[in-house]
């Protein structure tokens, strides 16, 4: 394959928002920096970015710009990035034995897509069946936020979710579906506003059609108080 067809296909994938890993692509030397240090450096890269398209950085609107967008990538935006902020997945036995599926529904997505680094906003249903281990409540919340903090794909996403968990609580019967809107698809390209993008992936039990429905049902169900 030529330089130019390669560059094509890399073009192509960015465009059709396809990732190319399981895992986020990160280099060995991804944690090399402080933070400090990486602030400072976005800080001239996005300071550099702005002159170019001919912003006025002496004005008082602006002139903070690159310094809170700096901090907000490495502090906010893409802490996810740092496994030294991943939530402890503390677990505990299940000593009221209960059996039956456990559902964290409409919990808040806030990430990034990695191609054009504009918004996705959505929502994240987990379930599992506890083979032993149950886990906090709070912890499902706490590690879909550190996988949506960082650039992401959404299939990618959802499945590292579902890994995560998987693990913590020793059993493959873990599912995981997000609903979320792409901001790179609803306000450039196609500027389709409407567009919705569903991820779904299931695991153990889950993959039955009748537990996969049970699941659908509770999600389905309006518990709003």
Request: net charge negative.
């Amino acid at each position: 394959m030529s330089l130019e067809e390669n560059l094509s296909e890399i073009e192509e994938l960015g465009h059709n928002h396809i990732g190319t890993s399981s895992e986020t692509p990160l280099r060995k030397d991804a944690f090399e920096l402080s933070d400090e240090e990486k602030i400072k450096r976005i800080q001239a890269n996005v300071n550099n970015i702005m002159q170019t398209l001919g912003l006025d950085l002496a004005d008082d609107s602006l002139s903070g710009t690159p310094q809170r967008v700096a901090k907000m990538f490495v502090n906010e935006m893409f802490s996810g990035l740092n496994p030294k902020h991943k939530p402890k997945m503390s677990t505990f036995d299940n000593k009221y034995r209960y059996g039956e599926m456990l559902v964290e529904k409409n919990i808040t997505v806030y990430s990034t897509c990695e191609h054009h680094l504009l918004p996705i906003v959505g929502k994240a249903h987990i379930a599992y069946i506890s083979s032993g281990r149950v886990v906090g409540l709070s912890k499902m919340n706490r590690i879909v936020d550190y996988y949506a903090k960082r650039p992401q794909v959404q299939e990618r996403m959802t499945m590292q979710i579902v890994k995560d968990l998987q693990e913590a609580l020793d059993t493959e019967d873990v599912a995981c579906i997000v609903d979320a809107k792409h901001l790179c698809v609803n306000s450039r390209g196609i500027r389709d506003i409407e567009s919705e993008t569903v991820t779904s992936e299931f695991g153990g039990q889950f993959k039955n059609q009748d537990v996969k429905k049970e699941f659908l049902d509770y999600i389905k169900l309006d518990t709003t108080f």
